[in-house]
């Protein structure tokens, strides 16, 4: 009897792929909550459509008996934004369409994710379409007794959402599958409130505001123009580009219109509150929790020439910039203030309106527009240890790739106040932003944003490679240190993506034992790693393969040392068999 042959593949990104066992969204950073009463649970809806993320989370508070669509009902009052269908059937109420749509002002342009290095938020897609409303199955699925959500946990549920009893302290999940398959849920993100401002709450223009826009002669002091998302596209300034012509913002072309910023003299005052806490969140990116965008410029190389709207590539900045500081305070009550010490809004780092992507280029923007994108997602908090002398002799279209999808703004981290805590998440909050006059020029003020919390290989990402970087270095596929691990690859398995050290992901043994043959395949999954799914699949024939995951009975030991070892077990009568790790985002 011949003895069996054993082959291991390479570890791949992208590779089909059970999740590893991984902690994730913990009660106290879910944002939006419903109801009232001592009871809490979690409602989680998971759409499995690709995108990043997926799925997202809203709370649900209430007293005495509950059911699943007592937690419907209340969410989607409290979420406009969430909506869907419930149909009649001969055994029960059931969901047959759900959709959610980010919460938006009227003029809004919704961020997009362009490309992979426009890195996702909760608030960077919206889960809509045909597919939502109609075809396939939403399946249920609950996951009790514990305050953080545990991927791969969750128990499968049969009952509809009315006869559905919720407890106390659960997870109810509402999963979608095509094809009439009950799909399992996966990796959550909470979902979020409206982010930028969305009230003026007092504004005193001070007594130096007096030069108005020189194209339509209107006055800087309509508060109003700071609120909802900092500016995408200005205009034509009647000089390089032309009045009619849509211009994005870049940073060295920043938002300069009357109708685009408000702008704050000597003795005067911007207050603008949001319409929710914006807290100081333990995943938001850099520890910035708040954004103040204003329209500073960095500046051309000297032997540059004016900004014309062209090429990106083909324009060098230098390591200065033009600002008006401003002083930033913030309060949760609107009437006792917390004052930052630095840094100066309106200084650094400047607007960009549109993701540079050449690839998905915005044809109809302006004329011959073969550089610039979806718009950029102003909850994305750029690196503030980045200064404008770091960008010197680059080109806007490198400056702008830095960016990573961000918009940029100054940020602030409120847990550098000594601001009161929320007694039910321990997290620092405020509701309300004020601006004023800190130098001898007046400041003008586009938006203020509250930053979404970063995705866990988002902050994985952010910690590895430095913001001035190449971003096409921290690419799924890309090879930073030339090991031979692709960066997703080494994320999922809990490795460095920069250390230059070659290491097997998967180990291979066999044995024969009564007659059967074993086979024992060995692999690591990160334990930070829960928006990753590592798996290993099989193969008879390699020339023809087809990976499968039945037969093979898999074993988890207790995490040590950041990861979580794991062996598949394989039992046999084939002459030879194939075995392939694979790492991906979560789907």
């Not at 960077?124 to 996951?143: E, I, K, M």
């Not at 549920?157 to 095509?178: H, K, N």
Request: hydrophobic share 40%.
């Amino acid at each position: 009897r011949p003895r069996m042959t054993v082959r291991t593949a390479a570890a791949l990104a992208g590779a089909a792929l059970t999740a590893c066992q991984a902690f994730g969204l913990a009660w106290n950073e879910i944002e939006i909550w419903a109801g009232t009463g001592t009871n809490r649970a979690v409602f989680v809806a998971d759409w499995h459509d690709g995108r990043r993320p997926h799925a997202l989370a809203w709370g649900y508070r209430w007293n005495g008996e509950a059911t699943g669509l007592d937690l419907w009902r209340a969410v989607t009052n409290a979420d406009p934004g969430l909506s869907g269908r419930l149909t009649n059937t001969l055994d029960g109420l059931f969901l047959t369409g759900l959709e959610y749509r980010r919460p938006r002002r009227p003029g809004d342009v919704l961020p997009g994710t362009g490309r992979h290095d426009a890195r996702p938020t909760a608030y960077a897609a919206d889960h809509t379409g045909a597919v939502y409303r109609a075809a396939g199955r939403w399946s249920y699925w609950t996951l009790d007794g514990t305050n953080r959500y545990a991927e791969g946990t969750a128990g499968r549920r049969t009952a509809g959402p009315a006869d559905r009893v919720l407890s106390a302290g659960s997870w109810d999940i509402w999963s979608y599958g095509t094809n009439g398959t009950a799909v399992p849920p996966g990796f959550v993100a909470a979902a979020v409130h409206y982010p930028f401002a969305v009230a003026v709450a007092g504004y005193d223009p001070g007594t130096t505001v007096t030069d108005p826009d020189w194209i339509s002669g209107h006055p800087f002091t309509n508060a109003a123009a700071a609120l909802g998302r900092p500016t995408v596209d200005t205009t034509g300034d009647r000089g390089a580009v032309p009045l009619g012509e849509p211009a994005p913002v870049v940073p060295v072309y920043p938002a300069f219109r009357a109708f685009e910023v408000v702008s704050i003299g000597a003795g005067g005052h911007l207050t603008l509150g949001f319409d929710h806490a914006v807290l100081d969140h333990p995943d938001n990116p850099y520890g910035v929790d708040l954004l103040v965008f204003g329209n500073s410029q960095q500046t051309l190389l000297q032997d540059q020439a004016s900004w014309s709207n062209g090429d990106p590539s083909n324009t060098l900045v230098s390591g200065e910039c033009k600002s008006e500081p401003a002083a930033v305070s913030v309060s949760q009550d609107g009437g006792t203030w917390y004052a930052f010490a630095a840094p100066e809004a309106d200084t650094f780092m400047h607007t960009l309106g549109r993701v540079y992507d050449p690839g998905r280029a915005v044809t109809n923007l302006f004329t011959n527009n073969a550089w610039w994108g979806c718009a950029t997602d102003p909850t994305l908090a750029p690196d503030p240890g980045v200064t404008a002398s770091n960008w010197t002799g680059l080109s806007v279209a490198a400056v702008s790739a830095r960016y990573r999808g961000a918009a940029g703004g100054t940020g602030y981290d409120l847990g550098a106040l000594d601001l009161p805590a929320d007694p039910e998440t321990g997290l620092k909050w405020i509701r309300y932003v004020r601006i004023e006059r800190a130098a001898g020029s007046n400041p003008e003020i586009d938006a203020v944003a509250d930053v979404s919390p970063a995705l866990p290989y988002e902050r994985w990402r952010a910690k590895h490679f430095p913001w001035m970087t190449d971003p096409a270095r921290e690419a799924d596929a890309a090879d930073w240190d030339g090991d031979g691990t692709a960066n997703l690859v080494e994320y999922g398995l809990g490795r460095l993506p920069a250390n230059a050290a070659w290491a097997p992901a998967l180990r291979v043994e066999t044995a024969e034992s009564a007659g059967a043959r074993r086979v024992r395949a060995r692999y690591a999954a990160a334990t930070n790693a829960p928006d990753a799914d590592v798996r290993v699949r099989w193969a008879a024939d390699l020339a023809a393969p087809v990976w499968r995951r039945d037969a093979l009975r898999l074993e988890t030991e207790d995490p040590a040392a950041g990861v979580i070892p794991t062996s598949a077990e394989l039992t046999t009568n084939v002459p030879s068999a194939f075995f392939k790790l694979g790492v991906r985002h979560d789907r």
